[in-house]
């Protein structure tokens, strides 16, 4: 018995040894993620950690001074440009190592070499996207800049240095629950993140969704419902604004065009990222000097999108945020001036249908010839198995997304192979770096405009002020010169008429300073109204944020950074209080029940703002979302293919000004259907839901607990992220918090003969779970505060602040 029983011990243990080092599928190695010596053990971090005094690192030209404040915030000291951006990217890739690896990957679509064949056909839609060619375009047009070359190779050297210095037990912990470890750094990461930001903000398309729907119903009624111009006008650029250039030529639709958005000829067979930016003038302050404030939203993460940092070398002193892996402060303040940014939403990304010769594919119908397709072999590494070979065909437009099974078309009987071509703007030669470099050193408007011309994508609105007393706002970026309409549905590929026609001038995209009235913002709403002469887009951001943001400023005087800041978590609702007196005039309280009864009181008496605890917001809310449901699911839900519904906008003004639309009539039922019975039916429906999924009216109804809100790890693990937290806001409110969307950073900067900076990230410095700074600013975050910055004039200067001290020179 003894001898069974060591037996079986024996064949237990050499089976656990065995388990504990084999991979199953997403479950890492856990004998070398479990090991005491180089295990996930050795990533916990104290709130007192020590950081080493002095490092000798090789290639650095001089001496590095980093202080670190009480957030572990650094501010980097160099003597000149090169050992600044190689200091950078060294202390990048110590915080954020892993973040920066994954994000570089999940662009270049190489994914699956670390997470197996699951993150497949993410890799392939990436490449077949033209991620990587547009990378190496960008990188191409970086590289020919002498001044962006230095910075971009000093912090590729930096970020290595690090990497190399790494034992397999100080790998940050994600690469050890992945079982797979660092690479060195190359140039083109850099790049990566431009084309991810670009893939972000503006690498979506409803071309597809749009062509669907104006075949289903033709021109006439996509026009309606689909204008090419809001509804609630309040652009970026104040209207009346006067412009001072003589337009270029404007392009003429093209013959295909007209025919496929005629009545005669067409066959009739979340809301989501946005941001907000504004400045005031010295006018509206207290101070008598302009106050700035940006609060981009984006995906909530850990780590976080951003990472903070004090950049200082002669020339340069600038303190903001930055995008881990990428030199530079993308938004932030120095000494002079101060910069954020939103999305403009510009059209700069058109699909086309190519017709392929024959099934070999190496010829495309252009311009009345055959022309020549080029092939790029993607070369896909996959966990575990062989690599994919991807061919990805190339036309004039681009790569070649998608490509169907043989079809028939109108214009070819027979089967033809076909394809969908995808130009955009993301692909081209590009330096937005230098855009960034110019803006760290800035010290006035012409700086700011100089600045301006380098930067191609993802467009942005560049809210600017200065000590000069000077604001400003450009929608800036390259802008394709198009006729009005080009690209809001798929185009054909064969007609010369579709391309691109060049690109607005950069002097010509719109601009204002100083305007009358005393401020400037945006929160991606329209960017000029119609007077502008070039066609940017038809669709942009619903109108309710920059309503409130502009009705605030304009009542503001004596402004303060608390007036800025306490409007950055603003979530009064303009949607509400445009609609609800509406909604409430219809209710016919008559054939309500009790509990309903209760909820129209409550609804009826809401502030229309979406508080944490009000209960007229949950109900509001799903009230809307009911009406706009039965209002256009039906005629707008396809299985077969998808279909663009109506905007909110356009939903509201039906709601307020067409209240007899034959879209409010339910086909299936013989009476005739008005917004007052959708208006019912939508009430009933929203409280019967709550009813049943919370029960009676209580706290359990309050907003805050309804709303799901999280700060997510990019892993998806739960014990990384936040768990979900009460918050109030919504996509529609200036505190734009909703399904795990949000201020991924705020920041509020003084102007003045001392510059004074405030902001707060949704997280830490610390890209490491383990770590006291992973997650330390998140309380203030959700408080809706903001950290003085800490904006250091010189390494030796003193400040209680300053918790430790780094000093690199090199070998």
Not at 248 to 271: C, G, H, M, Y
Not at 673 to 691: M, P, Y
């Amino acid at each position: 018995m003894k001898l069974l029983k060591a037996s079986l011990s024996l064949a237990i243990t050499v089976a656990l040894l065995w388990a504990l080092q084999t991979k199953f599928g997403d479950i890492p190695v856990l004998g070398n993620l479990l090991n005491p010596v180089s295990g996930f053990w050795q990533n916990a971090e104290s709130k007192n950690a020590k950081i080493n005094d002095e490092l000798s690192l090789p290639g650095l030209q001089g001496a590095v001074t980093i202080q670190f404040d009480e957030r572990r915030i650094p501010h980097i000291f160099a003597g000149n440009d090169h050992d600044l951006y190689y200091a950078q990217g060294y202390i990048t890739a110590r915080d954020r190592l892993w973040q920066m690896d994954i994000q570089t990957r999940s662009a270049s679509g190489r994914l699956a070499e670390v997470i197996g064949d699951k993150a497949l056909e993410t890799d392939r839609y990436n490449r077949r996207m033209g991620m990587v060619y547009g990378a190496e375009n960008t990188l191409r047009g970086i590289m020919k800049d002498p001044v962006m070359k230095q910075v971009i190779e000093a912090y590729t050297d930096g970020v290595n240095v690090y990497i190399k210095s790494l034992a397999p037990k100080d790998y940050p912990i994600e690469y050890k629950l992945l079982d797979y470890k660092p690479e060195l750094w190359k140039p083109i990461n850099c790049a990566f993140l431009l084309k991810l930001m670009s893939q972000t903000l503006a690498g979506g398309s409803d071309q597809f969704a749009m062509t669907n729907t104006l075949n289903k119903f033709g021109a006439s009624i996509v026009k309606d419902l689909f204008p090419d111009y809001p509804m609630f006008e309040s652009p970026i650029i104040p209207a009346g604004t006067k412009w001072n250039f003589k337009p270029v030529a404007i392009p003429q639709p093209s013959k295909s065009f007209l025919a496929q958005t005629s009545d005669v000829n067409t066959r009739q067979k979340v809301e989501g990222i946005g941001s907000n930016n504004w400045a005031i003038s010295g006018s509206k302050s207290a101070s008598g000097y302009p106050i700035l404030a940006n609060d981009p939203h984006l995906n909530l993460s850990y780590p976080s999108i951003w990472y903070q940092a004090q950049l200082s070398a002669p020339g340069v002193n600038v303190y903001g945020v930055s995008l881990p892996g990428a030199p530079g402060i993308v938004i932030g303040y120095n000494q002079k001036i101060s910069w954020g940014v939103t999305n403009v939403d510009a059209s700069v990304l058109d699909w086309y249908q190519i017709k392929f010769k024959d099934a070999a594919k190496t010829e495309y119908w252009y311009n009345n010839r055959w022309n020549k397709v080029t092939r790029r072999i993607e070369v896909i590494g996959i966990r575990g198995k062989k690599p994919l070979y991807d061919t990805v065909l190339y036309t004039h437009h681009g790569p070649v997304v998608y490509e169907s099974a043989d079809k028939k078309t109108e214009d070819a009987p027979d089967n033809i192979p076909v394809g969908n071509a995808l130009r955009w703007v993301a692909h081209d030669e590009s330096d937005e770096f230098k855009t960034f470099y110019l803006l760290n050193r800035g010290s006035n408007y012409n700086d700011y405009r100089e600045a301006l011309k380098y930067y191609t994508a993802p467009a942005q609105n560049f809210i600017f002020a200065d000590a000069d007393k000077d604001i400003a706002i450009t929608p800036n970026g390259k802008f394709p010169l198009k006729y009005k309409e080009q690209g809001k549905f798929i185009m054909d590929g064969s007609d010369p008429g579709n391309d691109w026609h060049g690109f607005i001038p950069y002097e010509q995209n719109p601009t204002v300073k100083n305007p009358a009235q005393g401020y400037l913002s945006s929160a991606n709403q329209s960017s000029t109204d119609p007077t502008y002469p070039y066609y940017i887009n038809w669709h942009f951001g619903g109108y309710e944020r920059g309503k409130r943001i502009n009705d605030r400023l304009a009542a503001m005087q004596n402004a303060t950074v608390d007036s800025l800041r306490i409007l950055q978590t603003d979530d009064y609702s303009i949607g509400a209080q445009d609609v609800l007196p509406t909604l409430l005039r219809y209710v016919d309280a008559t054939k309500l029940d009790a509990p309903q009864t209760d909820a129209l009181k409550t609804v009826s008496v809401w502030n229309k703002h979406f508080a944490a605890n009000a209960i007229g917001a949950t109900i509001f809310d799903l009230w809307w979302r009911k009406f706009y449901e039965l209002t256009w699911d039906k005629a707008f839900s396809d299985k077969k293919e998808p279909l663009a519904a109506p905007s909110r906008d356009r939903t509201e003004k039906l709601l307020l000004k067409e209240p007899a639309s034959k879209w409010f009539d339910d086909k299936q039922t013989p009476a005739i259907e008005t917004a007052g019975d959708i208006v019912n039916k939508a009430f009933i429906a929203a409280i019967d839901q709550l009813i049943r999924e919370h029960g009676d009216q209580g706290q359990d109804w309050e907003w805050g607990r309804i709303k799901r809100m999280s700060v997510t790890h990019l892993t998806r693990q739960a014990a990384f992220s936040s768990g979900n937290f009460i918050s109030g806001g919504t996509g529609s409110t200036v505190n734009a918090l909703i399904g795990g969307h949000g201020p991924s950073w705020r920041m509020v900067v003084q102007l003045g003969p001392q510059v004074k900076g405030y902001g707060i990230l949704p997280g830490g410095e610390s890209g490491n779970p383990g770590s006291f700074y992973y997650d330390d600013m998140l309380p203030t975050w959700k408080d809706g505060k903001l950290d003085e910055l800490l904006y250091l004039q010189s390494a030796d200067e003193k400040s209680s602040r300053i918790k430790s001290t780094l000093k690199l020179k090199g070998k």
